[in-house]
């Protein structure tokens, strides 16, 4: 754990700049308010930068917000081009990534649980587009549902078509998904496409996602409500984020910086820095200042294309070369 001495005061000044050199980026990511929950049946909860707040009908959700359900619980968001957000129990979202936007339409990614999309139409004529960590979804028409647990998926085109990436595979072709197709992607079985849900599918299925409900959007759109702040977070409670695949992972860097000075919370992030290597320029920046030049002693000029290395500093020292993550989703 860190000490309270010299090299933590030098740490948070390193962490200061790094700031500073993400506010160009963190500008054109400003939060802005892209849809309404309108619907909540139990407990949810919305982090937003370092802070943790309560879901309720009339909030707004922002972008890069991240949303977690409760065991027993149903949320709608809905959004201002008649787009719906149907949310199940236990599903983790981050419901307008603006990184992965395409056109002017959201973001949406699944890292677990439950998600029904009720396309809207955008003026642009794009269509909205879901990723997860085992599928991406896009050109989506009428109403999909979808599942994530674990290394499996299921998508469920209930009224209307899409295209669908099986994203365990790295070169995989997109697939034509028709209305009323029922997609199947367990671990490392080949993807199966039948023409209605398996019974397991059916059984688990959240049964407001069964009902057609009136949009309460009208309701709430004059008026906002402020969601109730609930102090900060823990790291058991953004672990699964904090250990989310690269192109996910990454963002919270920037927003979630300060919560390094918190030593429970930067000892989780010392253990667990194999899975996410890209805290160690926050947790250790002493690793990453330029090596002093000592007077006298001879200069070492390297050639790149011999050392196949670019660059002088690596991004991550601790991670070592190999492939990049997943394509990103949209």
């Given at each position: 754990?860190?000490?309270?001495?010299?090299?933590?005061?030098?740490?948070?000044?390193?962490?200061?700049?790094?700031?500073?050199?993400?506010?160009?980026?963190?500008?054109?990511?400003?939060?802005?308010?892209?849809?309404?929950?309108?619907?909540?049946?139990?407990?949810?909860?919305?982090?937003?930068?370092?802070?943790?707040?309560?879901?309720?009908?009339?909030?707004?959700?922002?972008?890069?917000?991240?949303?977690?359900?409760?065991?027993?619980?149903?949320?709608?968001?809905?959004?201002?081009?008649?787009?719906?957000?149907?949310?199940?129990?236990?599903?983790?979202?981050?419901?307008?990534?603006?990184?992965?936007?395409?056109?002017?339409?959201?973001?949406?990614?699944?890292?677990?649980?439950?998600?029904?999309?009720?396309?809207?139409?955008?003026?642009?004529?794009?269509?909205?587009?879901?990723?997860?960590?085992?599928?991406?979804?896009?050109?989506?028409?009428?109403?999909?549902?979808?599942?994530?647990?674990?290394?499996?998926?299921?998508?469920?085109?209930?009224?209307?078509?899409?295209?669908?990436?099986d994203r365990?595979?790295?070169?995989?072709?997109?697939?034509?998904?028709?209305?009323?197709?029922?997609?199947?992607?367990?671990?490392?079985?080949?993807?199966?496409?039948?023409?209605?849900?398996?019974?397991?599918?059916?059984?688990?299925?959240?049964?407001?996602?069964?009902?057609?409900?009136?949009?309460?959007?009208?309701?709430?759109?004059?008026?906002?409500?402020?969601?109730?702040?609930?102090?900060?977070?823990?790291?058991?409670?953004?672990?699964?984020?904090?250990?989310?695949?690269?192109?996910?992972?990454?963002?919270?860097?920037?927003?979630?910086?300060?919560?390094?000075d918190e030593?429970?919370?930067?000892?989780?992030?010392?253990?667990?820095?194999?899975?996410?290597?890209?805290?160690?320029?926050?947790?250790?920046?002493?690793?990453?200042?330029?090596?002093?030049?000592?007077?006298?002693?001879?200069?070492v000029s390297?050639?790149?294309?011999?050392?196949?290395?670019?660059?002088?500093?690596?991004?991550?020292?601790?991670?070592?070369?190999?492939?990049?993550?997943?394509?990103?989703?949209?």
């Amino acid at each position: 754990m860190r000490g309270n001495g010299e090299n933590g005061v030098d740490r948070s000044a390193a962490r200061v700049v790094l700031v500073a050199m993400v506010l160009g980026c963190s500008a054109a990511l400003a939060a802005e308010p892209t849809g309404i929950v309108t619907i909540l049946e139990g407990e949810a909860t919305l982090i937003r930068g370092a802070a943790k707040y309560a879901a309720a009908p009339g909030v707004r959700v922002q972008a890069d917000d991240l949303i977690e359900t409760g065991k027993s619980t149903f949320a709608r968001v809905e959004f201002p081009n008649q787009g719906i957000v149907d949310l199940g129990p236990s599903t983790r979202a981050q419901l307008n990534r603006p990184s992965l936007r395409r056109a002017d339409h959201a973001g949406f990614y699944l890292l677990t649980g439950w998600l029904k999309i009720t396309a809207g139409e955008m003026a642009t004529g794009a269509k909205a587009a879901v990723a997860s960590p085992v599928f991406e979804a896009f050109n989506l028409a009428g109403k999909t549902v979808m599942h994530v647990e674990g290394d499996g998926a299921a998508v469920f085109a209930e009224d209307g078509a899409l295209r669908l990436v099986d994203r365990r595979q790295r070169a995989g072709a997109p697939l034509s998904i028709k209305s009323g197709d029922f997609v199947a992607l367990h671990a490392s079985e080949p993807v199966r496409t039948d023409r209605r849900p398996s019974k397991d599918f059916l059984a688990a299925l959240p049964r407001p996602f069964e009902d057609t409900l009136p949009s309460l959007l009208a309701k709430y759109e004059s008026h906002s409500v402020a969601p109730k702040p609930l102090g900060t977070f823990r790291y058991a409670e953004v672990e699964a984020w904090l250990d989310a695949e690269p192109m996910i992972r990454r963002g919270f860097v920037q927003e979630w910086m300060s919560k390094a000075d918190e030593p429970a919370f930067r000892e989780r992030l010392e253990v667990g820095l194999p899975r996410h290597p890209e805290w160690e320029r926050v947790l250790y920046p002493e690793r990453f200042e330029p090596k002093p030049h000592v007077a006298g002693s001879p200069s070492v000029s390297v050639d790149p294309a011999r050392s196949g290395v670019v660059g002088s500093t690596p991004e991550n020292p601790s991670e070592s070369p190999g492939p990049r993550g997943a394509a990103r989703g949209n």
